[in-house]
T-cell receptor
Framework: DTEVTQTPKHLVMGMTNKKSLKCEQH?????MYWYKQKAKKPPELMFVYSYEKLSINESVPSRFSPECPNSSLLNLHLHALQPEDSALYLCASSQDLPTDTQYFGPGTRLTVL | GEDVEQSLFLSVREGDSSVINCTYT??????LYWYKQEPGAGLQLLTY?????DMKQDQRLTVLLNKKDKHLSLRIADTQTGDSAIYFC????????????FGSGTQLTVLP
């Protein structure tokens, strides 16, 4: 089973709202990732958690706040977003080595009004 | 720094073979990947090749790696309309600390 699940599939929010994106995997992977993808572009790495600790933050604005409550779950908390933050947000996971294959979820399509 | 390049578009007739090309600059790449993305969907891992291999075949997919020219290709045999998607080449290398470097993606259109 190489499944990563994400909820919700679609999210529309105003600039003053607070919302969260969720990601789950049950493959025993110890690294989890958040990517942002604009239309027709490759994914851009935002955050990496390794063994539930934040290991990479690619200079992401503080209106995006990641959380890794346990080894299977990854959240992305959103607050005071801008319209340019509208994108597909992808979660991925991999086993414990830095070069291990990353498996992606279906994504959450976020629209900020 | 590392860079991965792909052509943006490819059109083929149904039943023909498709060849999607990718070039990369980092000679210390460990793994090279092909991901498929259908409209509105996430990235589906198609196949990958370790940098000490020249070729990998998996059903209709053949990956060729030319390390000297830093060139990677994905051949899809008997291309079907369901193969229409964006195909991303990606690399990861030993010094990357888990960072995949993606190409720009190739939009494959399969014509009936």
């Amino acid at each position: 089973d190489t499944e990563v699940t994400q909820t919700p599939k679609h999210l529309v929010m105003g600039m003053t709202n607070k919302k969260s994106l969720k990601c789950e995997q049950h493959m025993g992977h110890r690294a989890m990732y958040w990517y942002k993808q604009k239309a027709k572009k490759p994914p851009e790495l935002m955050f990496v958690y390794s063994y539930e600790k934040l290991s990479i933050n690619e200079s992401v604005p503080s209106r995006f706040s990641p959380e890794c409550p346990n080894s299977s779950l990854l959240n992305l908390h959103l607050h005071a977003l801008q319209p340019e933050d509208s994108a597909l947000y992808l979660c991925a996971s991999s086993q414990d080595l830095p070069t291990d294959t990353q498996y992606f979820g279906p994504g959450t399509r976020l629209t900020v009004l | 720094g590392e860079d991965v390049e792909q052509s943006l578009f490819l059109s083929v007739r149904e039943g023909d073979s498709s060849v999607i090309n990718c070039t990369y600059t980092d000679s210390s790449s460990t793994y090279l990947y092909w991901y498929k993305q259908e409209p509105g969907a996430g990235l589906q891992l198609l196949t990958y090749i370790f940098s000490n291999m020249d070729m990998k075949q998996d059903q209709r997919l053949t990956v060729l790696l030319n390390k000297k020219d830093k060139h990677l290709s994905l051949r899809i045999a008997d291309t079907q309309t369901g193969d229409s998607a964006i195909y991303f080449c990606a690399e990861i290398f030993s010094g990357s600390a888990r960072q995949l470097t993606f190409g720009s993606g190739t939009q494959l259109t399969v014509l009936p």
